[in-house]
């Protein structure tokens, strides 16, 4: 904890953070002990969202709330234009709500009678990527067509500056979310 640093190491420059803590747990385990999930109080209520019931649920989340955390895992790669979205938490310190887009990018596949998970991987990169496809009804948007169901949900409340969104390098969030999600 950073109690247990403070007491330690006084005030420090944020920037050794990272160094002390591994020093740290290297000369005392015993200071970083490992979470329980089980123990945790309030206990985790995590939602993961795989189709449009659990987005329903997302926007009651929304509804209920004036303040969440916002969070985007995307593969990892060096190249920031290499990484796609995988997943966009949402959540406060009572529920949890997790958006797989793989989930998503699946059903998709599915529906078009494509239902293997690298044909999903494949839809999954080509719709974050904006790519076109004509179809009977003319050109449409992988993106619109794979995720507009997430999009139109989570973009009025991102856009908003009702919602007080808390994020952990916030830049990097916004960054995937405009370049892979439009928003």
């Known amino acids: 904890s950073f109690t247990g640093l403070n007491n330690h190491c006084g005030n420090f420059p944020l920037a050794l953070l990272p160094h002390l803590c591994y020093n740290l747990y290297m000369m005392n385990p015993a200071l970083f002990p490992t979470l329980d999930v089980k123990a945790m109080n309030p206990p985790m209520k995590v939602t993961l969202i795989r189709d449009t019931e659990g987005l329903a649920s997302l926007r ?10 916002f969070d985007v895992e995307t593969n990892v790669v060096s190249d920031l234009y290499l990484r796609y979205v995988r997943t966009i938490q949402f959540g406060t310190q009572h529920e949890q709500y997790v958006i797989d887009l793989t989930a998503f990018a699946q059903r998709f596949a599915d529906n078009t009678g494509n239902p293997s998970p690298e044909d999903a991987v494949c839809l ?44 952990q390098n916030g830049q990097f969030e916004y960054e995937m979310m405009k370049l892979r999600l439009g928003i």
């Open 60 to 69: 009651d989340f929304f509804n209920r709330v004036t303040e969440f955390g």
């Open 124 to 167: 999954l990169k080509a719709a974050q990527e904006n790519k076109v496809c004509s179809g009977a009804t003319g050109d449409v948007s992988l993106r619109d067509a794979v995720f507009g169901e997430i999009i139109n949900t989570i973009r009025p409340v991102l856009d908003s500056h009702t919602w007080l969104k808390l994020a």
